[in-house]
């Protein structure tokens, strides 16, 4: 079955404790992105991927570190994790842009929570 | 920079009425735009895109979007509302890299 998913789906912790939050697609993709949901804002890009090795900033990067090492994974890391990070994360991926693709498929999304 | 605007925080609507969630955009340069649906505790789904061609764009679970230039607006709308189509509604615009940008999301609620 084709899907992104995510792990955990569900974090608690403290401010400062460094966490990584995974993310691994099984749909070749090239192109993988992070997100931040927040009430009344929507989604916001945090970080994108067009391909391994490859990253750039989306609106919202600071606090926040990624890696794309493969093309299968893109794990979203929060070195010193503060509150207002706290928030509802999706990763996504889709094949680059153009006219027959650029459909991004999300994950189910993990609900963190710094303290 | 791009931007997205959905100017209705909660749409209602009653089953078998014609639905529309609002959507206007800013971008420059050429628009690429989509529509997601996100159930409760579910990641978002694409329900349908405008890159280029015809101005009414069909897409999934019988929505379809309206591209207007002039206006820069992209609504979805439905002929015939299900209460199954309750959900939140998100507009999205992605510029000439891959960076996205989404709107703040329209809860539609259909009533039985």
């Known amino acids: 079955e084709a899907q992104v998913t995510q792990n955990p789906r569900y974090l608690i912790t403290v401010t400062g404790k460094k966490l990584t939050v995974t993310c691994s697609q099984n749909?070749?993709?090239?192109?993988m992105s992070w997100y931040r949901q927040d009430p009344g804002l929507g989604l916001r890009q945090i970080y994108y991927?067009?391909?391994?090795?490859?990253?750039d900033k989306g609106d919202v990067p600071e606090g926040y570190k990624v890696s794309r090492k493969e093309k299968r994974n893109f794990p979203l890391i929060l070195e010193s994790p503060s509150p207002n990070q706290t928030s509802l994360y999706f990763c996504?991926?889709?094949?680059?842009?153009?006219?027959?693709?650029?459909?991004?498929?999300f994950g189910p999304g993990t609900r963190l929570t710094v303290l | 920079a791009q931007s997205v605007a959905q100017p209705e925080d909660q749409v209602n609507v009653a089953e078998g009425n014609p639905l529309t969630v609002k959507c206007t955009y800013s971008?420059?340069?050429?628009?690429?735009l989509f529509w997601y649906v996100q159930y409760p505790n579910r990641g978002l789904q694409f329900l349908l895109k405008?890159?280029?061609?015809?101005?009414l764009v069909k897409g999934s679970y019988g929505f379809e979007a309206e591209f207007n230039k002039s206006q820069t607006s992209f609504h979805l709308k439905k002929p015939s509302a299900l209460v199954s189509d309750s959900a939140l509604y998100f507009c999205?615009?992605?510029?000439?890299?891959?960076?996205?940008?989404f709107g703040p999301g329209t809860r539609l609620s259909v009533l039985p």
């Open positions: 996504a991926s889709s094949f680059p842009g153009g006219i027959k693709t650029d459909t991004q498929y």
């Open positions: 749909m070749n993709h090239e192109y």
């Open positions: 991927s067009m391909n391994v090795e490859v990253t």
């Open positions: 971008v420059s340069g050429n628009p690429y």
């Open positions: 405008y890159i280029t061609g015809d101005n």
């Open positions: 999205a615009v992605r510029d000439r890299g891959q960076n996205f940008v």
